[in-house]
């Protein structure tokens, strides 16, 4: 069982930048991908970004690839999203999700989900 906990969201104006992050209680989490969804303009949840238990990222969005970084300490069994110049259209709810080992393209594949956290971009 795998519990991520997701926070950082707030609001912040356009052209602004957001850190969120994701704690894992999870005993093996370098063996997880973790990733970032979120809830998406018709609530069917939208892939963002995820990286790999060997550290590799995989957009899942390409609208975001310019402005999103996605990194991992497994030291600290965290997962941080980095948002550069911040949009409108990137508010939204955000969550962590994990899958083992590699990334997946599709919600419904992946195990274990945060509980979101609030991105609101706005002047």
């Known amino acids: 069982q795998v519990e991520l906990v997701d926070s950082g969201g707030g609001l912040v104006q356009p052209g602004g930048s957001l850190r969120l992050s994701c704690v894992a209680d999870?005993?093996?989490?370098?063996?997880?991908?973790v990733g970032w969804f979120r809830r998406g303009s018709e609530k069917v949840r939208q892939g963002v970004v995820c990286?790999?238990?060997?550290?590799?990222?995989?957009y899942l969005l390409d609208s975001v690839k310019d402005r999103f970084t996605i990194s991992r300490d497994n030291a600290k069994n965290t997962v941080y999203l980095q948002i550069h110049n911040a949009k409108p259209e990137d508010t939204d709810i955000y969550y962590c999700?994990?899958?083992?080992?590699?990334?997946?393209?599709?919600?419904?594949?992946?195990?274990?989900w945060g509980r979101g956290t609030q991105v609101t971009v706005a002047a």
């Open positions: 999870a005993p093996t989490f370098e063996h997880y991908a």
């Open positions: 999700v994990a899958v083992p080992i590699a990334c997946r393209w599709k919600a419904v594949e992946y195990d274990y």
């Open positions: 990286i790999t238990s060997d550290y590799e990222t995989t």
